[in-house]
């Protein structure tokens, strides 16, 4: 199993102040103090014969995730992962 733990911005598109100013600075403490803090434990796939080519990490709607060692890359056919690319967030995540 690994443990994977990550944060999402639930307001990507805030306006802010401009890059580099005291003002912005502010914004960004009050902003990332609304992230939110996700962590699930998945299954680590058992290494290919050929040896490890890539850790990938998958990131899916409704925090879901899913993590491979597959020495072949999305979009292959042979790529264990299957889904979409571009997968919209449905209006309500399963429990």
């Excluded at 914004?27 to 990938?56: D, I, Q, R, W």
């Excluded at 919209?88 to 995540?93: F, I």
């Amino acid at each position: 199993m690994m443990k994977v733990e990550w944060e999402t911005d639930p307001d990507p598109y805030a306006k802010s102040p401009p890059l580099g100013t005291d003002e912005f600075r502010k914004f960004m403490v009050k902003h990332k103090a609304n992230y939110e803090h996700h962590t699930a434990s998945v299954p680590l796939p058992p290494y290919e014969e050929e040896g490890l080519c890539a850790l990938e990490v998958h990131f899916f709607p409704c925090h879901q995730v899913k993590v491979t060692t597959s020495c072949w890359r999305y979009p292959s056919p042979n790529s264990p992962i299957k889904e979409p690319l571009e997968m919209k967030e449905p209006a309500e995540c399963p429990k």
